[in-house]
């Protein structure tokens, strides 16, 4: 997913949003993280009753027309994407303060967490997550997406 927990992010800022329905679908109901272009949210699909990410552009750039439309072609582009090592776009929609994003939900955490806790990598799951990584860009890369932000924060797991 896109984005990457951060401490410094006013929490007030980020609960503010709790409990907010977009469009009439999706209720959000815990931060994530926070990125370069938003912040995203834990969120209940209450048409589909599933757990879904909804990443809310940050008010700046949602004032810019260019990356507005920048924002929407790459947003297409995204959810054509159907890869095993590709977090799915599900939706996404505009509302009066800006664009959202709806994702694919990864309860695992990211990669970034991982090195900063106690958990070593033994080569071989250092090994595995770099070609699983590589594959995925390799897929985005050959339909002409860039994904200009790869790190261990935005290298996410699911639940196993």
Known sequence: MCCEYA???????LADQLGRVLNDRYRLVAPIGTGASGNVYLAEDVTLRRKVAVKLLHPA???????LKRFQAEARAVASLTHPHIVSVHDWGELADGPYLVLEYLSGGNLRHV?????????SQ?????????????????RGLVHRDVKPANLLFDGD
């Open 61 to 67: 750039l949602a004032d810019d027309p260019s990356f």
């Open 126 to 142: 250092a090994a595995t997550l770099g070609i699983q990584a590589a594959r995925g860009l390799d897929f985005a890369h050959r």
């Open 115 to 123: 090195l900063d806790g106690d958990t070593l990598l033994t080569p």
């Open 7 to 13: 401490p410094d992010m006013p929490v007030a800022r």
